[in-house]
Protein backbone atom coordinates (compact mmCIF):
# COMPACT_ATOMS: atom_id res chain seq x y z
CA UNK A 1 0.00 0.00 0.00
CA UNK A 2 2.98 2.30 0.71
CA UNK A 3 4.81 2.02 -2.22
CA UNK A 4 1.52 2.14 -4.45
CA UNK A 5 0.22 5.46 -2.77
CA UNK A 6 3.86 7.01 -2.27
CA UNK A 7 4.44 8.92 -5.62
CA UNK A 8 0.14 9.93 -4.98
CA UNK A 9 0.89 11.43 -1.74
CA UNK A 10 4.02 13.23 -2.89
CA UNK A 11 2.35 14.86 -5.86
CA UNK A 12 -1.08 15.77 -4.48
CA UNK A 13 -0.30 16.20 -0.79
CA UNK A 14 3.38 18.06 -0.59
CA UNK A 15 2.72 19.36 -3.95
CA UNK A 16 6.43 18.33 -5.00
CA UNK A 17 5.53 15.42 -7.94
CA UNK A 18 8.61 16.89 -9.73
CA UNK A 19 10.82 16.04 -6.54
CA UNK A 20 9.91 12.76 -6.58
CA UNK A 21 13.36 11.25 -7.36
CA UNK A 22 15.12 13.19 -4.74
CA UNK A 23 13.00 11.03 -2.09
CA UNK A 24 13.96 7.70 -3.29
CA UNK A 25 17.56 7.32 -3.27
CA UNK A 26 17.96 8.60 0.22
CA UNK A 27 14.49 6.46 1.52
CA UNK A 28 16.30 2.74 0.02
CA UNK A 29 19.96 3.66 1.49
CA UNK A 30 18.38 4.29 5.49
CA UNK A 31 16.76 0.92 4.80
CA UNK A 32 20.36 -0.44 3.52
CA UNK A 33 22.57 1.05 6.43
CA UNK A 34 20.21 0.48 9.22
CA UNK A 35 20.17 -3.52 8.67
CA UNK A 36 23.44 -4.03 10.96
CA UNK A 37 21.96 -2.17 13.67
CA UNK A 38 18.82 -3.93 14.01
CA UNK A 39 20.97 -7.10 13.67
CA UNK A 40 22.90 -6.32 16.52
CA UNK A 41 19.73 -5.18 18.60
CA UNK A 42 18.61 -8.76 17.49
CA UNK A 43 21.36 -10.40 19.25
CA UNK A 44 21.06 -8.90 22.05
CA UNK A 45 17.38 -9.17 22.56
CA UNK A 46 16.31 -12.40 20.15
CA UNK A 47 15.29 -11.40 16.55
CA UNK A 48 10.96 -11.80 17.22
CA UNK A 49 11.46 -8.69 20.10
CA UNK A 50 14.07 -6.63 17.52
CA UNK A 51 11.26 -7.59 14.92
CA UNK A 52 8.51 -6.46 17.35
CA UNK A 53 11.03 -3.28 18.12
CA UNK A 54 11.12 -2.50 14.36
CA UNK A 55 7.11 -2.27 14.05
CA UNK A 56 6.75 -0.26 16.69
CA UNK A 57 9.17 1.86 15.25
CA UNK A 58 7.95 2.04 12.01
CA UNK A 59 4.48 3.29 13.29
CA UNK A 60 5.58 5.89 15.36
CA UNK A 61 6.77 7.90 12.56
CA UNK A 62 3.85 6.60 10.03
CA UNK A 63 1.55 8.39 12.50
CA UNK A 64 3.56 11.71 11.83
CA UNK A 65 2.66 11.59 8.22
CA UNK A 66 -1.11 12.30 7.80
CA UNK A 67 0.32 15.87 10.59
CA UNK A 68 2.26 16.07 8.01
CA UNK A 69 -0.35 16.72 5.65
CA UNK A 70 -2.59 18.83 7.06
CA UNK A 71 0.12 21.16 8.36
CA UNK A 72 0.72 24.52 6.74
CA UNK A 73 3.99 24.91 4.63
CA UNK A 74 4.76 27.85 6.57
CA UNK A 75 5.92 25.64 9.43
CA UNK A 76 8.22 24.10 7.24
CA UNK A 77 10.09 27.22 6.11
CA UNK A 78 13.27 26.04 8.23
CA UNK A 79 13.67 23.25 5.76
CA UNK A 80 13.54 25.05 2.58
CA UNK A 81 16.41 24.58 0.49
CA UNK A 82 17.29 28.51 0.26
CA UNK A 83 17.28 28.12 4.02
CA UNK A 84 19.41 24.81 4.15
CA UNK A 85 22.16 25.41 1.42
CA UNK A 86 22.98 29.08 2.34
CA UNK A 87 26.97 27.57 3.58
CA UNK A 88 27.22 27.28 -0.56
CA UNK A 89 29.49 29.38 -2.32
CA UNK A 90 27.41 32.45 -4.12
CA UNK A 91 27.24 30.59 -7.53
CA UNK A 92 26.11 27.38 -5.79
CA UNK A 93 23.48 28.28 -3.77
CA UNK A 94 22.34 30.76 -6.64
CA UNK A 95 22.01 27.70 -8.60
CA UNK A 96 20.93 25.54 -6.38
CA UNK A 97 18.11 28.05 -5.29
CA UNK A 98 17.24 28.79 -8.96
CA UNK A 99 16.78 24.81 -9.58
CA UNK A 100 14.07 24.85 -6.88
CA UNK A 101 12.36 27.71 -7.50
CA UNK A 102 8.74 27.47 -7.43
CA UNK A 103 8.70 23.92 -5.39
CA UNK A 104 7.57 23.80 -1.71
CA UNK A 105 10.75 22.17 -1.01
CA UNK A 106 10.66 22.57 2.62
CA UNK A 107 7.82 20.23 3.65
CA UNK A 108 9.03 17.86 1.32
CA UNK A 109 12.52 17.56 2.95
CA UNK A 110 11.10 17.19 6.39
CA UNK A 111 8.89 14.63 4.94
CA UNK A 112 11.91 12.99 3.34
CA UNK A 113 13.80 13.16 7.01
CA UNK A 114 10.84 11.70 8.60
CA UNK A 115 10.92 8.54 5.59
CA UNK A 116 14.09 7.78 6.22
CA UNK A 117 13.85 7.23 9.64
CA UNK A 118 10.91 5.14 9.17
CA UNK A 119 12.93 3.78 6.15
CA UNK A 120 15.27 2.24 8.95
CA UNK A 121 12.59 -0.07 10.10
CA UNK A 122 11.99 -1.52 6.87
CA UNK A 123 15.38 -3.18 6.22
CA UNK A 124 14.83 -4.76 9.70
CA UNK A 125 11.31 -5.93 8.60
CA UNK A 126 12.84 -7.80 5.41
CA UNK A 127 16.14 -8.76 7.27
CA UNK A 128 14.74 -10.49 10.55
CA UNK A 129 11.93 -12.13 9.52
CA UNK A 130 14.17 -14.14 6.77
CA UNK A 131 16.51 -14.93 9.60
CA UNK A 132 14.22 -16.40 11.35
CA UNK A 133 12.62 -18.14 8.70
CA UNK A 134 16.43 -19.97 8.43
CA UNK A 135 16.05 -20.97 12.11
CA UNK A 136 12.56 -23.06 11.13
CA UNK A 137 14.54 -24.69 8.06
CA UNK A 138 17.34 -25.47 10.32
CA UNK A 139 15.54 -27.53 12.75
CA UNK A 140 13.32 -28.72 10.25
CA UNK A 141 16.36 -30.02 8.70
CA UNK A 142 17.56 -31.63 11.64
CA UNK A 143 14.78 -32.64 13.04
CA UNK A 144 13.51 -34.70 9.05
CA UNK A 145 17.30 -35.27 7.81
CA UNK A 146 15.50 -33.17 4.92
CA UNK A 147 16.59 -30.08 2.60
CA UNK A 148 13.06 -28.27 2.63
CA UNK A 149 14.64 -24.96 2.65
CA UNK A 150 13.73 -24.35 -1.16
CA UNK A 151 9.65 -25.27 -0.19
CA UNK A 152 9.97 -22.84 2.74
CA UNK A 153 11.18 -19.87 0.76
CA UNK A 154 9.08 -20.77 -2.37
CA UNK A 155 5.71 -20.90 -0.62
CA UNK A 156 6.95 -17.48 1.70
CA UNK A 157 7.72 -15.43 -1.41
CA UNK A 158 4.20 -16.65 -2.77
CA UNK A 159 2.81 -15.51 -0.14
CA UNK A 160 4.58 -12.41 -0.16
CA UNK A 161 3.25 -11.82 -3.78
CA UNK A 162 -0.06 -12.44 -3.11
CA UNK A 163 -0.15 -9.61 0.22
CA UNK A 164 1.50 -7.53 -2.48
CA UNK A 165 -0.88 -8.07 -5.01
CA UNK A 166 -3.59 -7.24 -2.12
CA UNK A 167 -2.29 -4.71 -0.85
CA UNK A 168 -1.96 -2.79 -4.31
CA UNK A 169 -5.73 -2.94 -4.60
CA UNK A 170 -7.09 -2.13 -0.89
CA UNK A 171 -4.99 0.93 -1.24
CA UNK A 172 -6.10 2.22 -4.81
CA UNK A 173 -9.72 0.44 -3.56
CA UNK A 174 -10.06 2.83 -0.29
CA UNK A 175 -8.56 6.25 -1.95
CA UNK A 176 -11.40 6.08 -4.63
CA UNK A 177 -13.52 5.22 -2.09
CA UNK A 178 -12.45 8.42 0.17
CA UNK A 179 -13.12 10.42 -3.28
CA UNK A 180 -9.51 10.88 -4.12
CA UNK A 181 -8.74 11.64 -7.66
CA UNK A 182 -5.38 11.12 -8.71
CA UNK A 183 -6.08 13.44 -12.06
CA UNK A 184 -6.73 15.96 -10.35
CA UNK A 185 -4.25 19.29 -10.87
CA UNK A 186 -2.56 19.40 -7.20
CA UNK A 187 -1.94 23.08 -7.44
CA UNK A 188 -5.80 23.85 -8.34
CA UNK A 189 -7.14 20.84 -7.34
CA UNK A 190 -10.52 19.27 -6.80
CA UNK A 191 -9.54 16.74 -4.24
CA UNK A 192 -10.94 17.72 -0.91
CA UNK A 193 -9.38 18.25 2.12
CA UNK A 194 -11.02 15.05 3.85
CA UNK A 195 -10.03 12.69 0.91
CA UNK A 196 -5.88 14.12 1.02
CA UNK A 197 -6.36 13.29 4.51
CA UNK A 198 -7.26 9.82 4.04
CA UNK A 199 -4.69 9.23 1.64
CA UNK A 200 -2.49 10.28 3.89
CA UNK A 201 -3.87 7.75 6.62
CA UNK A 202 -4.16 5.26 3.82
CA UNK A 203 -0.41 5.75 2.74
CA UNK A 204 0.77 5.72 6.09
CA UNK A 205 -1.25 4.84 9.44
CA UNK A 206 -3.06 1.46 7.87
CA UNK A 207 -0.01 -0.39 6.54
CA UNK A 208 1.24 0.66 10.04
CA UNK A 209 -1.51 -1.09 11.90
CA UNK A 210 -1.51 -4.31 9.39
CA UNK A 211 1.98 -4.63 10.77
CA UNK A 212 0.35 -5.12 14.86
CA UNK A 213 -1.43 -8.10 13.30
CA UNK A 214 1.69 -10.05 13.99
CA UNK A 215 2.62 -8.72 17.59
CA UNK A 216 0.89 -11.65 19.04
CA UNK A 217 2.70 -14.10 17.17
CA UNK A 218 6.00 -12.62 17.46
CA UNK A 219 5.45 -12.02 21.49
CA UNK A 220 5.22 -15.53 22.06
CA UNK A 221 7.53 -17.19 19.42
CA UNK A 222 9.07 -20.15 20.93
CA UNK A 223 12.01 -20.96 18.31
CA UNK A 224 14.95 -18.41 19.75
CA UNK A 225 17.97 -19.08 18.96
CA UNK A 226 18.92 -20.59 22.50
CA UNK A 227 15.71 -23.02 21.62
CA UNK A 228 17.29 -23.66 18.30
CA UNK A 229 20.73 -24.79 19.55
CA UNK A 230 18.79 -26.98 22.45
CA UNK A 231 17.00 -28.16 19.82
CA UNK A 232 19.80 -29.55 17.40
CA UNK A 233 21.89 -30.77 20.45
CA UNK A 234 18.89 -32.90 21.60
CA UNK A 235 18.39 -34.39 17.75
CA UNK A 236 22.50 -35.08 17.88
CA UNK A 237 22.28 -36.74 21.53
CA UNK A 238 18.69 -38.75 20.42
CA UNK A 239 20.96 -39.68 16.99
CA UNK A 240 24.62 -40.44 18.91
CA UNK A 241 22.36 -42.79 21.48
CA UNK A 242 20.51 -44.40 18.42
CA UNK A 243 23.33 -45.12 16.93
CA UNK A 244 25.30 -46.39 19.99
CA UNK A 245 22.30 -48.83 20.80
Known sequence: MTNTLSYFFVKHVLLAGALFGFYLAPYFISQLVAIPLWFKLSRRIGKHRATMVAIG?????????????????????????????????????????????????????????????????????????????????????SMTGKSQGGAYFSIWSMTRKLAYALGLFMGTSLVVFWGFDSLADPLNTTNSSFSLLMLAITYSVIPALFKFVAMPLLWNYPLTEERVAEIQDDIAKAKLSGASA
Not at 69 to 97: C, G, H, R, T
Not at 115 to 127: E, F, Q, T
Open 57 to 141: WYAFWSCLIPLIAIAPMEWFDAFQIKNILVFLPDDAYASAVGYFEGKPTGKFLFFIVVMCLKGSSIGALSALPYAMAADVVDVDT
